[in-house]
């Protein structure tokens, strides 16, 4: 796989050349430049298979290139890497179609190796499916092509055929996938139903009966509709990581679920309903054991006032704050400055 990386930062283009292993999983960087404009005249002359590229940049930004090479270059595919923590850059990129989301302030090697073994995982299987959908429809013979005429109306028709609670569900589930995430999940889908008629060859005047036409389109409905369940909750755990790691890096600021839920596109009872399924607790029991964690590792570097340190956590209420750490640590944090000795 071929890469193009652009980021006008030199130092932190070579960097992340330098320091990602690209041929261990597959990779290799045919070339970098600055900014979207310089990508694009590269793109022009060079064949590159995915532009890992920063959002930020003079000229041209990341997001403004990525909606040039749609255009342009359907078929390239794309990494955004930023110094953004905010996570509506992250989403709107996954929206338009990115691969992943890097953010430059949480760097690490291991990490970075994960993602170019995901980005690598998820570029073949999207060119094997998109091949087999290819080889399928070529060896369609001219008989089986009515068939499969009449099986394509029938599905058209069928749309109809969800109950209203069903097609309410589909939809709000189709609707929090990245678009990405769609394209890979009709794929597949489309790939199942050819298997199903490469299997069923010989019984094809039987599906000229209308009932039999409408089991095989339920049945490929069904692998659809199980489809779009599973990738929401696999993209509900990246959400959810990224929430996490959100929290953690800013857990001195006044975080509220609201906000957070507005920040990743979530419905308010959605993002708390899902976060207690997904950690085994709220957000806001979450919320309060990161902020004593972090009270309590500044209470051992003993250079604030615990009074600053309540204060700088967003406590208002110096009472409040040492009864619950008293609750979470078993002393207060006087105590435990004083002994470090806590049982927690």
Request: charged share 35%; net charge negative; hydrophobic share 35%.
């Amino acid at each position: 796989m071929k890469v193009l990386v652009v980021d006008d930062d030199k130092l932190a283009r070579k960097g992340l050349i330098a320091v990602m292993e690209w041929e261990k999983y597959g990779f290799r960087v045919e070339g970098d430049v600055q900014n979207g404009r310089k990508a694009l005249e590269f793109l022009d002359s060079h064949d590159v298979d995915i532009v890992f590229t920063d959002i930020d940049m003079p000229e041209m930004d990341g997001l403004t290139l990525m909606q040039e090479c749609k255009k342009r270059y359907p078929n390239v595919q794309f990494v955004i890497f930023s110094m953004y923590e905010d996570f509506r850059y992250a989403q709107t990129a996954i929206r338009m179609g990115a691969l992943d989301y890097i953010s430059k302030i949480s760097f690490d090697v291991e990490e970075c190796g994960q993602i170019l073994q995901g980005v690598q995982k998820k570029y073949l299987e999207t060119e094997r499916k998109a091949g087999a959908v290819s080889q399928k429809n070529d060896s369609l013979s001219e008989g089986d092509g009515k068939i499969f005429h009449d099986l394509e109306n029938e599905w058209m028709s069928s749309v109809w055929l969800f109950d209203d609670d069903r097609l309410a569900e589909l939809s709000e589930k189709t609707r929090q996938l990245s678009l990405r995430s769609a394209e890979r999940i009709f794929i597949k889908s489309l790939y199942r139903f050819h298997q199903m008629l490469g299997r069923q060859r010989e019984q094809f005047p039987v599906l000229n009966d209308v009932d039999e036409m409408l089991r095989w389109i339920d049945q490929w409905r069904q692998q659809l509709y199980e489809e779009c369940e599973d990738m929401k909750n696999k993209d509900d755990i990246h959400t959810f990581a990224y929430v996490i790691k959100y929290v953690k890096a800013n857990v001195s600021e006044n975080i509220k679920s609201e906000d957070v839920a507005d920040r990743i596109g979530m419905s308010r009872s959605y993002f708390s309903t899902r976060f207690r399924e997904m950690t085994g607790e709220t957000f806001h029991s979450f919320l309060i054991g990161q902020k004593l964690r972090e009270a309590k590792r500044r209470i051992e570097e003993g250079t604030d006032s615990i009074t600053m340190i309540a204060s700088d956590l967003g406590y208002d209420h110096f009472h409040y704050f040492t009864k619950m750490f008293l609750k979470q640590y078993g002393c207060t944090p006087s105590e435990y400055r004083e002994s470090k000795k806590c049982s927690k």
